[in-house]
């Protein structure tokens, strides 16, 4: 079981490398296509944020590429130089998926509150999950076969992969704001809606993968559990 556990991570990590090369070639793809508006990604996030009658979120410029995000804490839209200057359709679909998030924030989005909700917890499974499931495999072996442990590294395991889960419509239900706003906006013709759209469908299949390797792996440790609980 453990040989499987080692093929579904390599699997998954080399799909995962697959679409993040994919998002990175649609990403420099799209930044070379202008929008109609001419607008910068920080004007459209400011435009976007306003139109939705939020004036209490800042707008800053951060270091590196794709490292765009919205903090609900400090409640800011953080965006890197490319989208933050930019004036094209990359910049400007980020810009304004990252506002869908503070849009969802300021209307009390039921998905994105639940993910708030359990973030500290985890924080902790995370952390201590897989060590866990490490020592409780090995307690199996050596430990007369005991697999309390094991069973409290798959219930911290499960927390990611629930978060992992709600992850999903969070993301799809901001790129499906930003998508709406920017044509109701005239931010982008119909055609650079459908590049927008489809950039932001690869940024989305990188949550969708992680959510599929947790829940595979999370089924492969299940097994590991069952079985030895049989003998």
Not at 29 to 40: A, G, K, Q, V
Not at 45 to 73: C, F
Not at 122 to 135: F, G, L, P, R
Not at 198 to 227: C, E, G, H, P, R
Request: proline share 2%.
């Amino acid at each position: 079981m453990t040989i499987g556990i080692i093929f579904i991570s390599a699997i998954f990590m080399l799909i995962g490398m697959a679409v993040q090369s994919q998002l990175k070639n649609k990403f420099a793809l799209y930044s070379n296509e202008p929008t109609t508006s001419r607008l910068s990604g920080e004007e459209i996030a400011r435009k976007m944020l306003q139109d939705n009658g939020i004036y209490d979120v800042q707008i800053t410029s951060v270091e590196g590429t794709l490292t765009d995000h919205y903090n609900p804490i400090n409640k800011t839209v953080n965006l890197s130089r490319e989208v933050f200057e930019g004036r094209n359709v990359a910049a400007a679909a980020v810009a304004a998926h990252e506002c869908g998030h503070a849009v969802q924030h300021a209307t009390a989005y039921s998905m994105l509150m639940l993910r708030s909700r359990i973030v500290p917890l985890v924080q902790i499974s995370s952390t201590m999950s897989q060590w866990i499931i490490m020592a409780g495999i090995g307690f199996m072996g050596f430990g007369g076969g005991n697999t309390t442990v094991l069973l409290i590294g798959i219930v911290l395991f499960a927390v990611t992969t629930l978060f992992s889960l709600i992850t999903l419509p969070v993301e799809f239900d901001a790129s499906a704001r930003a998508l709406r706003w920017l044509s109701d906006a005239n931010i982008t013709s119909s055609s650079e809606k459908a590049k927008a759209q489809d950039a932001l469908k690869w940024a989305a299949l990188t949550y969708v993968v992680a959510a599929l390797a947790s829940i595979a792996m999370l089924v492969q440790y299940i097994l590991i559990y069952m079985n030895r609980s049989r003998d």
